[in-house]
Nanobody
Framework: VQLQASGGGLVQPGSSLRLSCVASGRTFSRQTIAWFRQAPGKEREFVAALRYSGGYTYYSDSVKGRFTISRDNAKNTMYLQMNSLTPEDTAVYYC???????????????????WGQGTQVTVSS
């Protein structure tokens, strides 16, 4: 599966933004999908994940209640709706997917073999 992320940009605090990630291949519907982000000088961190089995969602504490991960299997596309953005959300956002992510490792970036190229999100006034 190849992934192509888009939708980043420069927004003001309190704004909303929706990231998209289009996947190639026919197995997208059977992949657990996730979003990670990496701010300058920091390690890549987990943001959200959505398991293909059962549709369970997982969020980091820092985005819970503000971000929503979703997917449209008919379009081979995953989304990250981001609301109430703050400057602390500034980072490069990466989409990821893998068919074999176990429950206990859904937040671990090493669980995902397929990655998008990243899209920059900057929150600033």
């Amino acid at each position: 599966v190849q992934l192509q992320a888009s939708g980043g940009g420069l927004v003001q605090p309190g704004s909303s933004l929706r990231l998209s990630c289009v996947a190639s291949g026919r197995t997208f519907s059977r992949q657990t999908i996730a979003w990670f982000r990496q701010a300058p000088g920091k390690e890549r961190e987990f943001v959200a994940a959505l398991r293909y089995s059962g549709g369970y969602t997982y969020y980091s504490d820092s985005v819970k209640g503000r971000f929503t991960i979703s997917r449209d299997n008919a379009k081979n596309t995953m989304y990250l709706q981001m609301n109430s953005l703050t400057p602390e959300d500034t980072a490069v956002y990466y989409c990821a997917a893998d068919p074999s992510v176990i429950l206990s490792a859904v937040r671990d970036s090493r669980s995902y073999d397929n990655w998008g190229q990243g899209t920059q999100v900057t929150v600033s006034s």
